[in-house]
């Protein structure tokens, strides 16, 4: 490898919404790799709560001052996508050991798919290690407080989004 290369990353997702979780990673990983690359995955199999563009713009907003940080979005194969960016290292969050399984076969398919791709994971930090997208829009869906599982400005947006609907 070319010494000045830049060791860059994709952290794929969906992101609906970016948690206190997704953000520890992100800032970890931007202490180990030059640039991190937040990809919001297209997926119109799962339904969300936010639009794509609204979760770059909630995702950029909170990285705002991070240089190493960048935002994006993707549609169809990550690996494809992957090799779009010139990226070969795709990094996920392990949470419990109820991930392994999914991770693993995410993982495996990737590399089969194009064996250039490696996959590495960072252990999520305990304190984040029960929360979920699913679970922070169900505590603000039913009025409750998600502050603690979410940065301000999503919880806010979020908010905004629900009343709307
Ligand atoms: N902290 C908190 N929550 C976390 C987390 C962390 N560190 N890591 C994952 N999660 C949660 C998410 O909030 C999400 O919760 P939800 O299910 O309640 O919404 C859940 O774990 C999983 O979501 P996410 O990490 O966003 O992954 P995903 O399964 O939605 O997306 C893709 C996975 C997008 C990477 C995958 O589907 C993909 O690559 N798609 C592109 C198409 C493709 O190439 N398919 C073939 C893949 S082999």
């Not at 001052?65 to 190493?68: E, P, V």
């Not at 949470?95 to 991930?99: G, I, L, N, P, W």
């Given at each position: 490898m070319c010494e000045d290369m830049k060791r860059s990353v994709i952290y794929p997702?969906?992101?609906?919404?970016?948690t206190n979780g997704h953000i520890n990673i992100i800032k970890r990983a931007s202490s180990t790799f030059d640039e991190v690359i937040v990809s919001v995955a297209i997926n119109s199999n799962k339904s969300s709560l936010m639009t794509v563009d609204q979760r770059v713009k909630a995702i950029k907003k909170v990285f705002a001052?991070?240089?190493?940080v960048k935002v994006d979005k993707f549609e169809g194969l990550l690996v494809q996508y992957a090799k779009s960016k010139k990226v070969n290292t795709i990094l996920r969050g392990m949470?419990?050991?109820?991930?392994f399984e999914y991770e693993m076969q995410m993982a495996t398919s990737n590399n089969k798919l194009n064996s250039k791709i490696e996959t590495v994971f960072m252990v999520a930090d305990a304190k984040f290690s029960h929360i979920s997208s699913s679970l922070i829009k169900d505590i603000i869906k039913l009025g409750g407080n998600a502050e603690e599982f979410v940065p301000e400005p999503i919880e806010k947006e979020l908010k905004k989004i629900l009343k709307k609907g």
């Open positions: 997702g969906s992101f609906d919404p970016l001052k991070n240089k190493k949470r419990t050991v109820q991930d």
